[in-house]
């Protein structure tokens, strides 16, 4: 069993890192609220063993301290009838004395949930200072971000220095993950095929390099396809692209080459004239998009391209979504 399942919280106060980086609309509304979903598990353990909760996540990429817009204050409703009705209690600072003094007086049973970590640049430069002030929060710490895995910051990976090995450990969402790629990477039977999904080629690119040792294909979607159909020489009107990442794509394509991995990009995309659920859509091959829109789905005859090579493999890994998945028009099933 895992540590986290054995751990007894009764009465102690689990500071655990979620991401709650959820997508919301312009009226604050959540538009998916899979991550926290993924932590019901965790949360609810610990308040059945007698303990209590206290929530730290990021939101969004806020560039000057506190703001509206990336309020974690906006989650508080839904996250409480998630819990069933359980009250959502919220500090409007994730350090300080809101945060000692709301965390200090937490009942068993109770959970808090604290302002959004990255309205301090400490969070996102690792800061250690910042990091043990966190740390005073809680007993134990609960690292259960899977989403955030990847960045080293202050409450994901700093913090941990803090707390002895018996009172740190993995969430539900991140022991899970840690097993499936345990087992894709030592026991995938082939063809194996993994789905690489999402905005950024620059958080996948350790992946894919990773993946290009086991899979025998590799389906690449989301926003991070245009920056290859661009490395290519495609046009891809306003599609995102990292343009810094061009080589990078290219050089990956090539080593996937040598190493007989097929890559497969959507051949084609649903576009749109704007980042909005209302904008017009159309269709365009993924390499020749017009100016003034942008692919934000994979088309049809990518979803059947796709929908092809999953049939005929024997394992699968998918990471990262292959459209804008939180606005309707652009998660259809084709
Ligand atoms: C994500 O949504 O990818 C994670 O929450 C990490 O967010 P970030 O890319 O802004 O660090
Ligand atoms: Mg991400």
Redesign the pocket.
């Known amino acids: 069993m895992s540590k986290f399942l054995n751990h007894n919280f009764s009465n102690q106060r689990a500071l655990i890192r979620v991401?709650f980086?959820v997508p919301l609309n312009a009226a604050y509304e959540i538009t998916d609220d899979n991550r926290m979903r993924a932590t019901l598990p965790t949360i609810k353990k610990i308040l059945a063993d007698g303990g209590s909760v206290i929530l730290m996540s990021?939101l969004?990429?806020p560039k000057e301290g506190p703001t509206e817009k990336y309020s974690l204050k906006h989650l508080v409703k839904h996250l409480s009838q998630l819990l069933g009705g359980v009250e959502v209690l919220f500090a409007d600072d994730c350090i300080g004395a809101s945060a000692v003094n709301m965390s200090a007086a937490l009942q068993p049973g109770q959970v808090l949930l604290l302002e959004n970590l990255r309205f301090y640049k400490e969070e996102e430069k690792g800061d250690t200072a910042f990091a043990e002030k966190l740390s005073k929060l809680g007993d134990v710490y609960v690292n259960d971000a899977f989403?955030?895995a990847h960045?080293a910051h202050a409450s994901t990976a700093v913090i941990a220095q803090f707390f002895s090995g018996d009172k740190k450990m993995f969430g539900t969402v991140m022991d899970g993950e840690v097993a499936s790629a345990e087992k894709v990477m030592h026991q995938s039977e082939k063809p194996f095929t993994a789905i690489i999904g999402?905005a950024?080629v620059s958080?996948k690119i350790l992946i894919i390099e990773n993946l290009l040792e086991r899979a025998t294909d590799i389906i690449i979607g989301g926003g991070m396809a245009y920056t290859f159909m661009k490395a290519q020489g495609g046009m891809i009107g306003n599609s995102l692209c990292e343009d810094d990442r061009l080589e990078t794509a290219v050089e990956l394509l090539k080593k996937a080459e040598a190493k007989g991995v097929c890559i497969h990009l959507p051949s084609d995309s649903v576009i749109a004239d704007a980042f909005s659920a209302e904008a017009n859509t159309s269709t365009a091959p993924s390499n020749y998009i017009p100016d003034g829109w942008m692919g934000l789905d994979i088309g049809a005859n990518a979803c059947e391209q796709f929908a092809n090579c999953i049939k005929r493999s024997k394992t699968i890994l998918w990471n990262g979504p292959m459209g804008v998945f939180e606005m309707a028009k652009y998660r259809r099933a084709r």
Request: glycine share 28%.
């Open positions: 991401d980086n990021h969004g990429r989403g955030t960045r999402g950024k958080d």
